[in-house]
């Protein structure tokens, strides 16, 4: 079993940064597919972003391309989400996800975490 848990989420004024972060205990997880999603109040969890098991490889949905960056660090099982130039938009209980598959992207994950809340104001 995979545990992830996320930190680093708050409250931002738009155009601010944030940078989450998620650590993997329980095994390890330096060949998982790691993400990030999210869910807006009233919606369905969407997809963010993916990175394969090297880092080497990317994936981003569309509305945060240019804005968010996912990276990991494989000696510190963990994987991290920089978000600028945040819009209220962004507003949302954020999610990191591992998946055992080398399947990239993967947009159909194995463990998630508790989620983190991120508020941008306007």
């Known amino acids: 079993q995979v545990q992830l848990v996320e930190s680093g989420g708050g409250l931002v004024q738009a155009g601010g940064s944030l940078r989450l972060s998620c650590a993997a205990s329980?095994?390890?997880?330096?060949?998982?597919?790691l993400g990030w999603f999210r869910q807006a109040p009233g919606k369905e969890r969407e997809f963010v972003a993916g990175?394969?098991?090297?880092?080497?490889?990317?994936d981003y949905v569309d509305s945060v391309k240019g804005r968010f960056t996912i990276s990991r660090d494989n000696a510190k099982n963990t994987v991290y989400l920089q978000m600028n130039s945040l819009k209220p938009e962004d507003t949302a209980v954020y999610y990191c996800?591992?998946?055992?598959?080398?399947?990239?992207?993967?947009?159909?994950?194995?463990?998630w975490g508790q989620g983190t809340q991120v508020t941008v104001s306007s």
């Open positions: 996800a591992a998946d055992g598959s080398v399947v990239f992207p993967q947009y159909d994950y194995d463990y």
């Open positions: 329980g095994r390890t997880v330096s060949m998982y597919t």
């Open positions: 990175v394969n098991w090297s880092g080497g490889k990317t």
